[in-house]
């Protein structure tokens, strides 16, 4: 009986080098697991920013846009591009660090050439923790 309780301690010291390379195996494919984790974490919180930021400097130039509406064809008088103001700063809480830069041109109608048609061009950029976006809209009005 003695001997076979030797031959079980001599099994037993030889495992455990195997237990410890097989946790050290875990322990490194975890934090690999952890890694990989937080890295596409960080990348799909950097895309979001992105899309919001879009998302404002899209609205800023739809915002510039109806303004410049408003200021081309007033209620009294007669439109001209000269009334247009050329740039927007806005300072509400949603499009807060965003400006809205105007162009205005008349062009040719090609419908009716009695009938003045006008090209306006907004150009919305925003700025926020170090992202700039900018987004282009253009719009014919007759």
């Known amino acids: 009986m003695c001997l076979n309780s030797k031959v079980n301690m001599t099994s037993w010291s030889r495992q455990q080098g195997s237990v410890l390379a097989l946790a050290l195996f ?3 494919l975890m934090s690999a697991l952890v890694l990989g984790l ?7 919180s950097t895309a979001v920013s ?5 998302n404002r400097a899209f609205n800023a130039a739809q915002s510039g846009l109806q303004r410049a509406l408003v200021q081309l064809y007033p209620l009294t008088g007669v439109a001209n591009c ?3 103001s050329p740039s927007i700063s806005f300072t509400g809480t949603g499009l807060a660090d965003c400006q809205a830069e105007l162009r205005c041109e008349r062009v040719e109608n090609p419908q009716d050439a009695n ?10 950029t925003c700025e926020a923790t170090g992202i700039t976006s900018s987004r282009v809209v253009t719009m014919d009005a007759y």
């Open 82 to 84: 000269s009334a247009i």
């Open 115 to 124: 009938r003045p048609l006008y090209r306006l061009q907004s150009t919305g």
């Open 50 to 54: 992105y899309e919001v930021q879009g």
């Open 38 to 44: 937080l890295s596409q974490q960080l990348s799909s």
């Open 26 to 28: 875990v322990i490194v």
